[in-house]
Nanobody
């Protein structure tokens, strides 16, 4: 069992930056691939970014590529999502998730999920 807790969300203006953090409860955190997903009102939860267990590979949705950066610190059991040049369409609840699967881009492959943190971008 892995418990995940997101933090760092808030209300910002378009063009601003935010850094989300996701703290994991287990020291085996370093064995999990991690992902960030988001869900806007009335929409499906969608993939945002993912990072392999070692941090050696990262993946991004086209909509955030070049603006968002995923990273992890295995010594702190934490994964981050740096979000720059935020747009109104980035408004959503952001979730972090953990998977032991190699299907890192598939929402269905993630076993553990956090409760989410709200990001609101005003234009």
């Amino acid at each position: 069992q892995v418990q995940l807790e997101e933090s760092g969300g808030g209300l910002v203006q378009a063009g601003d930056s935010l850094r989300l953090s996701c703290a994991a409860s287990r020291r085996t955190f370093s064995s999990y691939n991690m992902g960030w997903f988001r869900q806007a009102p009335g929409k499906e939860r969608e993939f945002v970014a993912a990072i392999t267990w070692s941090g050696g590979s990262t993946y991004y949705a086209d909509s955030v590529k070049g603006r968002f950066t995923i990273s992890r610190d295995n010594a702190k059991n934490t994964v981050y999502l740096q979000m720059n040049s935020l747009k109104a369409e980035d408004t959503a609840v952001y979730y972090c998730a953990a998977t032991g699967s190699g299907r890192i881009l598939s929402k269905g492959a993630y076993t553990y999920w956090g409760q989410g943190t709200q990001v609101t971008v005003s234009s």
